[in-house]
Structures are given as structure tokens and as C-alpha cells.
């Protein structure tokens, strides 16, 4: 029988152990071993970590963008000899993540019970800090945990996906309107037994007598192989070739619905998707044998078709023909390109945007682009800070590219020390991509750099053509967009003018308790300890034992 123990001081000030009803709400972010409890009052979010460890536990936001690790926000805690202490840091690399310069979280709990670590938490949701991230409604999240009180590398265990702590939950017009669906799935497929594995699941025959738009895509995460998807990417296919990404998934990832005036077209047509692929990340620490997985996509569709086909502009260098090398070093390397204005300017129409994903490879470091009109930067397109190849996510939209603006797709590299890297397919290899998801349906999917070989020099692929103006072949312009791009501002040290108590915090204070493996200091909380050790005895002599 669960108990809950009060100690009532004779001043009338009562402490609690944990108690999961106080929060109003709950999610399981791991079966029978990571929960999460939150509810929010005013400008404060109180959080509940409940983890079956005896060791050290973390929580974090992540990068916004990617959801990864590096880029995110995160506070750690360890119960040492019945006293509770947690730190307030950030991660900007895949390493231990740097004590706060601000120590915005507040301990109010912390207990071992069973098996279990429990630490109650509370923070501002938006603290100023640049050190962290701000509760938005929907924010990205990484969880992890150790097996001892010494905070250092989690191991396998580590997680992601998202939370919707505060406002509206995603709405559908699609579902329960008897809109039909097809399930594409990688049926009875055997995990490898090795850490990382690649699978593409084809459907290049689809069986549809007539076009169709597709007008939701969603998940179908298998209960037990599901929890080896790292992530999934699902391209449409024209003639067994297939270049053009229609979704990416990852942990967290609401499903994709689309404008209810538009949809993807498929179908047996000439300006149709003739068929799927889905590439599947699977993720396998333990390298465990024998592991079956039945994961997939649900595609929603319809036979009467919508007011616009929808599709995918492609920027960047779309076609991957960049002949210039990322050089052999210990540096950062920036490509730019342009989708100018002259190429735009033959669209014809406004384009609806709804969605736009970036895509680099192993070396990416950040990736961003910006939108021009009328000779003012109109400010990001979209934005990655720490870009992370195992993190790749779609992100939603909802602004308008207009016929003479001009989007500059930069993408910054880290050089390797071994050997350079070049542009090509092979994840090994790099990539500066960016897909734009809108309606109406352009006559051409390119607003691109392309290096022509047949002139030996760089030009624009605008829509299925080169851009030609009077009859010459055009470069594709320098960028012009002003320095500050690629400075990362998550991290950073704040400025004079930031008060760390205006945030709720007090600054950085050291501890002469030191981990065996780092040399940062672990902050002790500026919280009360609830352990008994700390009640002193007179006030326990008047305390009332509930059961």
C-alpha cells in the first residue's frame, strides 16, 4: 500500500513526499521506467521526474528545430547519501553539458524509494537566459539517466521526443470523416544485430487506377520493434527513382496533415507520384538478435481530388553537384546558394508554404536561409543551430513565397581532421538541401545551383530549366544575406544587462563535491533538502505520522 508521510512542524508548515496527484498532468515517457508529471501556475512550470534508476537523472529541452542533444537546455540531478542536489546546465556538442551561468531550476523534492529517484522540480517558462530554452506549448525533449550518482555518459540510455505541455493539442479534419487510408509497412523485418542500420522498405506498385491526393501522413510505430526507429524518411517516387523527401518522422513528430485545399498527388498519371519509399533508421544499441519490427506510415487519401496539388521546391544544391571539396582541417566551412529573384520571378503565383526541411550529412554543423523581397531580408526561412544527421524533422510553416523574392540556403560544415569531404550521395559524403513544401503545383520542382559540366562553371536550374536572361546563362548569385547567420546565440554568455535573480535564478555557486570524471563542479540546489537528516529534532517532536 502506498503511503504518504506528512511532517507537520508546530509553526503549521507541512512537507510531502512525492505525490503524482498534485500534478495535473502525466505522460510515460518510458514503460516501467521514465514518468513525467507537470502542471503549470502562472508564468512557473512545476515538473515531476520519476525514473527507475539509484543513479543520476536528466531532463532537457532540445534544439527546437532537430530535437537533438546538442543545443539543448537540460538540468540533471543526483540523491547522494539521502541528500538531493540538481544542476542547471546546456549542451551546445556531444560531450557533458557546461554548468549554467544561471541556475534557473528550484529543487523542492528529492527522494530513492524502491528502485525509483523521484526530483520535483519548478522554473520559469521563459527564463531570458541564454543559457536556456523557453517552455513554448510544444517543445522538443531528451531524457536520460545513469546507473550511479556520478553524472557522466548515459550510455543507451537516452531518449527524445516531444511534449505538449500547455495549450491546444493538434486538431485533424481529416479524421473521423471516413477519408480512407493504406498502411505501408516493413512487415516481419529482423533488426540487425549491429548499432545502426539503414533500411529502405519500396512500394513502386501501388495499384491506383486513378490520382488520388494524399492528405495525411502518421506513424505506425510497432509496440516492440518501434522502439528501435530512430527515425524514418518518405520519399515519392517517379519511375523507380526516388529524390524527393514527402515526410520525415522522428519520436515526438505530430502527423503531417495537409492545407485542407491541397494534397500530395499520386497515382498512374505524368504529373503524379507513382510510388513510396520509406528509409527506416534503425537504432540498436544493445545489438540485440532477433528483434521483429512491423513499423510504417498510414496515408490518408482521397479520390476527389483538392483545389491544388501540393509539392516540394528544392534549393540548395538540389542536384548535389557542387565540385568543390569540404578541405581537410580543424575548421568550419560555409556554402551559400540562392534561389534569386530572377528565377522566382517566373513562377506565376504565390506560393503557400506549410513546411520546410533541411538536410545536410555527418559533417553539417548549422544550416539556415533567409527570404528577401524588394531588397529587405524578411529574416529566416528556417533555422538549425546544431544540426545533427539523426535528427531530421519536418518543420511547420505558414508564410507565402512571393513571384521576385529571393530564399539564400547557407550550410555551414566542420572539416575533418582526417580527410576532406566531398559532395556526393553516400552519407559519408555531403549534402546542402532544402525542401519547401507548398501549393499550387509549380510546372518544375528547382529553384537550385547546379554546377554545369557542359560550360564548366555554376548556374541556376530554375524550375525544369537553366535561367537564362536574354539569352545568357546566369550564375547562381553570390549570397548577400550580412554576417551573424552562423553565430550559434543558444549557449552564449549573457549580456551585462541580464539579472540572473529577474529570471528566478541564483548565479553559479560552486560545491567542493566534485565527479570522479569531470572536472565541473555539481552545484548544490538552492532548494530546502527533505530528508530527515535536515528536519531538526525539536521540530520532529512534533510531528504527526500519517498512513
Same mark, same amino acid.
Given at each position: ?51 527507475q534508476t539509484l543513479g543520476w537523472v536528466g531532463f532537457g529541452l532540445a534544439e527546437q528545430t532537430s530535437g537533438s ?17 540538481? =544542476? %542547471?546546465? @546546456?549542451? *551546445?556538442?556531444?560531450?557533458?553539458? /557546461? ?6 531550476? #528550484? ?48 550510455g543507451n540510455n537516452r531518449y527524445f521526443t516531444a511534449i505538449t505541455f500547455f495549450g491546444p493539442a493538434a486538431t ?37 487506377? =486513378? %490520382?488520388? @491526393?494524399? *492528405?495525411?501522413?502518421?506513424?505506425? /510505430? ?6 528501435? #526507429? ?318
Amino acid at each position: 500500500m502506498n503511503r504518504v508521510i506528512w511532517f507537520v512542524a508546530f509553526f503549521g508548515v507541512a512537507v510531502a513526499v512525492f505525490d503524482p496527484n498534485s500534478y495535473t498532468n502525466n505522460q510515460t515517457l518510458l514503460p516501467n521506467k521514465y514518468n513525467l508529471y507537470w502542471r503549470i501556475q502562472g508564468d512557473t512550470i512545476f515538473l515531476a521526474l520519476q525514473v527507475q534508476t539509484l543513479g543520476w537523472v536528466g531532463f532537457g529541452l532540445a534544439e527546437q528545430t532537430s530535437g537533438s542533444m546538442p543545443g539543448a537546455d537540460i538540468v540533471t540531478g543526483q540523491v547522494i547519501n539521502g541528500v538531493a542536489q540538481i =544542476q %542547471d546546465r @546546456h549542451a *551546445v556538442v556531444k560531450d557533458t553539458p /557546461i554548468l549554467d551561468d544561471c541556475q534557473n531550476w #528550484v529543487l523542492i523534492n528529492g527522494e530513492e524509494n524502491s528502485g525509483w529517484t523521484v526530483f520535483e522540480l519548478s522554473r520559469k517558462l521563459v527564463t531570458g537566459d541564454l543559457q536556456d530554452r523557453p517552455f513554448t506549448g510544444k517543445n522538443r525533449i531528451v531524457f536520460a539517466f545513469g546507473t550511479t550518482d556520478v553524472f557522466g555518459y548515459h550510455g543507451n540510455n537516452r531518449y527524445f521526443t516531444a511534449i505538449t505541455f500547455f495549450g491546444p493539442a493538434a486538431t485533424s479534419i481529416v479524421l473521423g470523416t471516413g477519408i480512407p487510408y493504406r498502411e505501408f509497412l516493413n512487415v516481419n523485418y529482423t533488426i540487425p544485430n549491429v548499432v545502426t542500420t539503414y533500411q529502405e522498405v519500396p512500394f513502386y506498385n501501388l495499384g491506383l487506377a =486513378q %490520382d488520388v @491526393h494524399i *492528405v495525411r501522413l502518421e506513424a505506425i /510505430i510497432d509496440p516492440i520493434g518501434g522502439q528501435y #526507429v530512430h527515425h524514418f524518411l518518405l520519399y515519392g517516387c517517379h519511375n523507380y527513382s526516388c529524390n524527393e523527401v514527402m515526410w520525415a518522422w522522428a519520436p515526438g513528430v505530430d502527423p503531417m496533415e495537409l492545407p485542407p485545399v491541397a494534397g500530395f498527388r499520386v497515382g498512374p498519371s505524368m504529373n503524379a507520384w507513382d510510388g513510396l519509399l520509406i528509409q527506416i533508421h534503425y537504432n540498436n544499441p544493445g545489438t540485440l538478435s532477433g528483434i521483429i519490427d512491423n513499423s510504417g506510415i498510414r496515408v490518408y487519401y482521397t479520390t476527389t481530388l483538392r483545389q491544388f496539388d501540393a509539392d516540394i521546391l528544392e534549393l540548395g544544391d538540389a542536384g548535389v553537384t557542387q565540385p568543390a571539396v569540404i578541405p581537410q582541417g580543424t575548421g568550419d566551412v560555409l556554402f551559400e546558394y540562392s534561389c534569386p529573384s530572377e528565377c522566382s520571378s517566373t513562377f506565376g503565383q504565390t506560393l503557400n508554404v506549410f513546411g520546410d526541411l533541411l538536410h545536410m550529412h555527418q559533417v553539417g554543423d548549422m544550416m539556415w536561409s533567409t527570404i528577401w523581397r524588394n531588397g529587405v531580408n524578411l529574416g529566416y526561412f528556417n533555422r538549425i543551430e546544431f544540426w545533427d544527421f539523426n535528427f531530421q524533422q519536418t518543420t511547420p510553416l505558414s508564410l507565402t513565397i512571393q513571384p521576385g523574392d529571393r530564399i539564400n540556403t547557407h550550410c555551414k560544415y566542420t572539416q575533418s581532421p582526417n580527410a576532406p569531404v566531398h559532395f556526393a550521395l553516400a552519407s559519408s559524403d555531403e549534402m546542402c538541401l532544402e525542401y519547401v513544401y507548398y501549393y499550387p503545383k509549380l510546372r518544375g520542382p528547382y529553384c537550385t545551383f547546379v554546377y554545369s559540366k557542359d560550360v564548366g562553371r555554376n548556374a541556376t536550374l530554375c524550375l525544369n530549366d537553366f535561367l537564362q536572361v536574354n539569352g545568357t546563362l546566369q550564375y547562381n548569385p553570390s549570397v548577400t544575406d550580412p554576417t551573424g547567420g552562423e553565430i550559434k546565440v543558444f549557449g552564449s554568455i549573457n549580456p551585462s544587462t541580464f539579472v540572473c535573480a529577474a529570471s528566478g535564478g541564483t548565479p553559479l555557486v560552486t560545491n567542493p563535491l566534485v565527479s570522479s570524471s569531470s572536472s565541473r563542479p555539481i552545484v548544490q540546489a538552492s532548494a530546502v533538502q527533505l530528508t530527515l537528516s535536515s528536519i531538526p529534532l525539536f521540530i520532529l517532536a512534533f510531528c504527526a505520522v500519517l498512513y
